[in-house]
């Protein structure tokens, strides 16, 4: 049984958020409810009480259009609130935050930090000139040190990037997975330790699947019946095998092309299955035990997947932190700043400089955020 459902006033909520001025509070409820509107409504009874003024208000929305209306929403409560019956003090209050609106901060996380970055650029280690990139001037540019680096990479291609290109599928290329995962890495460049890497023999690994792979195709193949179900699921198994001993023939064998191919044989494996089928099946030789040679192979292939997996990205990881660099000296040459640029740079600016966290700390009396991306550690530190 689920637990009871704790009762829960909302009226008595939404009057702690517009009443209890004095504690910090975290809003959770679903999409529609109203939580901007609550933001909007307690920003404005801060206001009239006095306990601050409109430029000394940070707020923080997820996207610039949400800033404007954030600040359309909050000029019409104001007025709302300066018609009611208050004080003469509180309409006072309500009436210099409407004629000095336009110096509150809102914005999104990136421009806030802009803000500070601006304000303290020696301190921050930036060129003060220094212009903001949009994601799709940073993609710009981000892919024209790809095209540079990929070109230079190709010319002598490292053992890592070789076996990533190797990869086939059918939803992008090779390439473009590459340039995907050096964008993910340039985003997340705050991190810059090395990753874990399991111990993983691919050679080893790879002849110890063939081997395998060989006693399956030679079940399949003892079967006398070339329509059998079964022995048609594994046709893949015995093709792999034929093609990579033809292959063999006539050159060493190819790890990185073989990866490549034992990745591919579970979804070929399977595609095909419609159940093991009756009657026996071979001489000597049980449907039953076939299936769980083939079922003990999927599984074998499974774990090594995982395992190539993991090594193959960290030692991309190494490989592509060239391309970071390469990205860096590009936006640095030009004067731009990315939105991770400009996470980073406040972050370590606020965290590190304890005479410039003292200034913005005493500066910045309340801080409103409008849908938190507690998925980003950097924004949280920075708040």
Known sequence: MSPPVPNFDDAAARQALRRDLDRSFIVEAAAGTGKTSELAYRLVEVLKSGRTTVDRVVAVTFTRKAAGEMKLRLRQYLDAAREAEITRQEKANLEHAIAHLEEAHIGTIHSFCAEILRERPVEARVDPGFQELSEDQAQALYERAFQAWIHQKLSDLPPALERALARGNRAESPLERLQAAGWKLAEWRDFPAPWRREAFDLRREAD??????????????????????LRQTLKPAVELVQSLERAEAVRARDYCAMET??????????????????????????????????????????DFERRANAELAS?????????????????????????????????????????????????FTHIFVDEFQDTDPLQAEIL
Not at 212 to 227: G, H, I, S, V, W
Not at 271 to 282: H, N, S, T, W
Not at 325 to 342: I, N, S, T, W
């Open 315 to 363: 030692l991309l990881h190494d490989e592509l932190h060239d391309l970071v660099e390469r990205y860096e000296q590009h936006k640095r040459r030009a004067g731009k700043l990315d939105f991770v640029d400009l996470l980073i740079l406040a972050r370590n600016l606020v965290r590190d400089n304890a005479e410039v966290r003292r200034y913005l700390q005493q500066r």
């Open 208 to 229: 110890r699947l063939l081997e395998r792979l060989r006693e399956l195709a030679q079940m399949a193949l003892q079967c006398p019946k070339t329509n059998d179900f």
């Open 261 to 302: 191919l034992l990745l591919e044989l579970p979804r070929k494996l399977r595609k095909g299955y419609r159940g093991k089928g009756r009657g026996p099946f071979a001489a000597g030789l049980t449907r039953d035990q076939v299936l769980a040679a083939r079922d003990s192979l999927l599984a074998s292939l499974a």
